[in-house]
């Protein structure tokens, strides 16, 4: 299975734009990348997803490197309330692989 | 709507006891699964299953046994509890596997303490 890498730890001030990196150089062209995030206390959810083209949404966005062996996501004027760890994953879109996670970046905001 | 519900939240075990984690998913997805989370650490997949009927096993299934009840539950059982099982239990469901968006949804998780 294609592996990511992420930074252990990020930090960033409130209200600035927060990038997270995702190296993933053995993704395979079936493969989605995808992004959870895991609140304090909670669950995962669900931030986005992409294949080969930029994504955005309400609560993210996702820039995809040409070659697809990186991405970043990106917090466009991050809050205390993203604090988390970002989990970065790539799902292969053929039968029934399920997700399978790594140990994700914290997040730290500061105010 | 509810989502994802687990039972129970907390439950402390001896060594040796059984007990059943309870999952429910009101979203009519096809697939469900079992994770767990260790302090620290990220989550680890036990168990899951792509449609009611059948299962598969994840990267850490040993001492533990699942059932697809129907579409909506999908339980996980200890069958003799062991300390190296204390951990943080997360249920999740998404839309059938083989599409790109497959979202999981997850539920609160289920705290296990096993003395």
């Known amino acids: 299975d294609a592996k990511t890498t992420q930074p252990n730890s990020m930090e960033s001030n409130e209200e600035e734009p927060v990038h997270l990196p995702c190296n993933h150089s053995?993704?395979?062209?079936?493969?989605?990348i995808h992004w959870y995030r895991q609140l304090p206390s909670q669950g995962p959810e669900y931030v986005i997803h992409?294949?080969?083209s930029n994504v955005n949404n309400r609560m993210a966005s996702l820039a995809i490197a040409e070659d697809r062996k990186s991405s970043t996501l990106i917090l466009h004027r991050a809050t205390l309330r993203d604090a988390a760890v970002y989990y970065c994953?790539?799902?292969?879109?053929?039968?029934?692989?399920?997700?399978?996670f790594g140990k994700g970046t914290r997040l730290s905001v500061i105010a | 709507n509810a989502g994802v519900t687990q039972t129970p939240k907390f439950q402390v075990l001896k060594t040796g006891q059984s007990m059943t984690l309870q999952c429910a998913q009101d979203?009519?997805?096809?697939?469900m699964y079992w994770y767990r989370q260790d302090p620290g650490m990220g989550l680890r997949l036990i168990y899951y299953?792509?449609?009611?009927?059948?299962?598969d096993k994840g990267e850490v299934p040993n001492g533990y046994n699942v059932s697809r009840l129907n579409k909506r539950e999908f339980s996980l059982r200890l069958e003799s509890a062991a300390p190296s099982q204390t951990s943080v239990y997360f249920c999740?469901?998404?839309?059938?596997?083989?599409?790109?968006?497959?979202?999981?949804?997850f539920g609160a998780g289920s705290r296990l303490t096993v003395l």
């Open positions: 299953s792509a449609s009611e009927g059948t299962t």
């Open positions: 979203m009519n997805h096809n697939s």
């Open positions: 053995t993704i395979s062209g079936t493969d989605y």
């Open positions: 994953i790539l799902f292969r879109n053929s039968g029934n692989t399920p997700l399978v």
């Open positions: 999740a469901s998404s839309e059938t596997s083989g599409t790109g968006a497959n979202v999981l949804t």
């Open positions: 992409g294949l080969t």
